[in-house]
């Protein structure tokens, strides 16, 4: 049990030790430096920065994401509280209302660039630590600027290359685990069982592969991106797939009694469990690096969707924009040629 637990949170511990470890260098640099630079308690800002990087972001490619959009938060708005500063040195109570313009300003693009949020809110948190502070001055601007910097740098370079966590890898284990949720599925439809907790649990891996998708971007995997927004859509597609056939199936009792006993429909039921599991196992033991199995299991997709034995027309298309009448025709014509192989 214990061992499946840490299994399980393999990687959330991984990311828990880096980020102490990180933590811990923050502290002895800014703690050094603090003493020679006569900057006192240098090292706090430096660990924060370090927790507000790397808590949450576990894999590679989110790190350097979240590290360059922390360094562009953190230059904007320490230029913008230099140049106040400078201008405004002796109207303090201008000081405050042009900080409140920025910080509504990044609160803007927080809200509405979902790419630069990161970039809008700590940028105007920053701003608003300097500017608000008991005794805003150039130094102090500067100062928590150098900080902030510091604390990017060495939760960049322990992410990276300590333990390094990548999400081209991490992404596969996903595409495993949505695939027997899937055979899963495939299964309660047919017998007619709940599904509810299993579709829930399948969008959450559509939503992470989404997000892990982005996040290989920045683990030199740009000219591989498509290979893996295609096995997303392929992921999608066969989930459709199922869920329009046996949603017909559900429909008409009748057609369900008479494909319940179907010999063909039961070794058709028996494939695609095969397959998915096939596909699981690959997706388990996949090697990432290997850009030729990453183009094999996109065949493989291919050839799993041939033997649903629908239409190529309908292959590409998606069945969220099927009128009930064509998807029925469809699948009655799925159902006469079962039927006719199994007659002859």
């Not at 006993?261 to 690096?289: G, K, M, R, V, Y």
């Not at 629908?310 to 039927?339: C, D, G, N, W």
Request: overall charge positive.
């Amino acid at each position: 049990m214990l061992i499946n637990t840490l299994q399980k949170h393999k990687y959330a511990l991984i990311n828990a030790f880096k980020t102490t470890l990180a933590s811990f260098i923050g502290f002895l640099v800014g703690h050094f430096l603090g003493d020679w630079m006569n900057m006192p308690e240098m090292y706090s800002w430096i660990v924060i920065t370090i927790l507000v990087i790397m808590s949450a972001q576990t894999n590679m490619g989110g790190l350097t994401n979240k590290s360059i959009m922390r360094m562009l938060g953190t230059l904007w708005s320490v230029l913008i509280a230099l140049v106040i500063l400078l201008v405004f040195s002796t109207l303090p109570a201008m000081q405050v209302i042009l900080c409140l313009i920025f910080i509504y300003i990044g609160a803007f693009i927080a809200a509405t660039y979902p790419k630069y949020s990161y970039v809008g809110l700590l940028g105007a948190v920053t701003l608003a630590i300097i500017l608000f502070a008991s005794d805003p001055n150039i130094k102090f601007a500067l100062s928590r600027g150098f900080e902030i910097i510091l604390g990017i740098i060495i939760a960049f370079i322990v992410g990276r290359f300590v333990f390094p966590i990548h999400a081209s890898k991490r992404i596969f284990h996903s595409y495993s685990d949505c695939l027997i949720q899937i055979r899963t599925l495939h299964r309660e439809l047919v017998d007619g069982g709940k599904y509810e907790l299993l579709l829930a649990q399948i969008f959450t891996h559509f939503n992470k592969q989404i997000t892990l998708t982005s996040e290989i971007m920045y683990e030199n995997q740009k000219k591989r991106i498509k290979d893996y927004q295609a096995l997303n859509y392929a992921t999608r597609q066969l989930y459709r797939y199922i869920c329009v056939s046996y949603e017909y199936i559900h429909a008409y009792p009748e057609k369900r009694a008479e494909f319940a006993e179907h010999p063909e429909f039961i070794a058709l039921h028996s494939s695609i469990s095969e397959a998915l599991n096939h596909l699981s196992d690959n997706f388990a033991s996949l090697n990432t690096q290997n850009h030729v199995e990453i183009e094999k299991l996109n065949a493989q997709f291919s050839a799993f969707k041939s033997t649903l034995h629908l239409a190529p027309e309908y292959i590409h298309v998606s069945t969220l924009v099927f009128s009930l009448t064509r998807t029925l025709q469809m699948l009655e014509e799925v159902y006469a040629i079962q039927k006719r192989i199994f007659n002859t």
